[in-house]
């Protein structure tokens, strides 16, 4: 093994548990962020080994890590290794100019604002405490700071959003001008208090998913905007690469290592999954034991299926090499006849990409390929 490259840290802490939430997340908790910070720093000594001597990138996800309490994110960030990509999730109520500059001195070079929506009536659905102007304040002010690599997030499928709701919010993120934008579904989990409430409303929303998607695609693209993965879009500039390089590894199939309550780790054909709850993760480290773990070994049909999964999400050919075990010949020449699916090169360097049409369809083409 030449070294783990990408390192992942949640930051479990939130000032609210939004309802359609199923991250592992802690609201409020201020007396346990610097213990948290300790137990995170004691992780990475333990585990820190199987890291090469220069990652690539670091990504601090949530909860919500800018809610930490100043003095624990910013002891934590600057004693994380160097990274050429280093990410931290935002609530946009929660960037200020010292959130800001905090970051900036802390090698912070790229900012993910979980925008969600622009209509104040949504963000009220959503539970989410961030007003529109809060979105617009965040991204000034992290302009104002230097910084020159800052994604949005936006939901889409709403309870009660309409197309025209959908076409403003795409209409107003484009117009703050982000490197980076990724439009997910609203994915409300069984069990959740969201799905609850909104249940009727969310499977009325499900039939128009296909066609909001198109909307982002056709909105997005249209402004000059890449769509390289299913739900991402970066500005194309020939200077830089800005697609979200650590979720690029994932899509890459490659090993990383997650440090934090809930995170997980693939290394080496083994994926394991530190337990949610919190306590127990800081009294383990406190007392010098690693957390309690699932640990998962992965076999070779496992990775190969990830990685045709995973890879036919991007714009890019997937190389079939290593992986024609786990592709349905049948199933790719019937796809391919449909113009869904295309391969190029031969003599082993056959490729594979889903056709922008397979691409809308994504996860079916995918699982009729999967052998």
Known sequence: ??????????????????????????????????????????????DGGVLAPRIETIFLGGGTPTFTQPRALERLLAALPDAREVTVEANPETVTPTLARLLSRNRVNRVSIGAQSFQSRLLAVLERRAQPDDVRRAVRTLRDAGFDNISLDLVYGIPGQSVADLEEDLAEAIALAPEHLSCYELEAKPGTRFTHAHGPELERQAESMESYFGWVVAALTGTGY?????????????ARDLRAQHNLGYWLGRDYLGLGIGAVSTIDGLRRRNAPRLGPYLDALANGRRPAREIEQLDCETLRRERVMLGLRLDQPLPLSGLEAAVDRDALARLERLGLAARSGANGRETLTLTERGRFLGGGVTAELLA
Not at 226 to 238: D, G, H, K, Q, S
């Open 1 to 46: 093994m030449t070294g783990v490259r990408h390192l992942y840290v949640p930051l479990p802490f939130c000032a609210h548990r939004c309802g359609y939430c199923d991250f592992v997340t802690a609201v409020g908790r201020l007396d346990q962020h610097e213990a948290y910070v300790d137990a995170l720093l004691a992780e990475l000594e333990l």
């Open 226 to 238: 890449r769509w390289y993965e299913t739900a991402n879009f970066c500005l194309a500039e020939r």
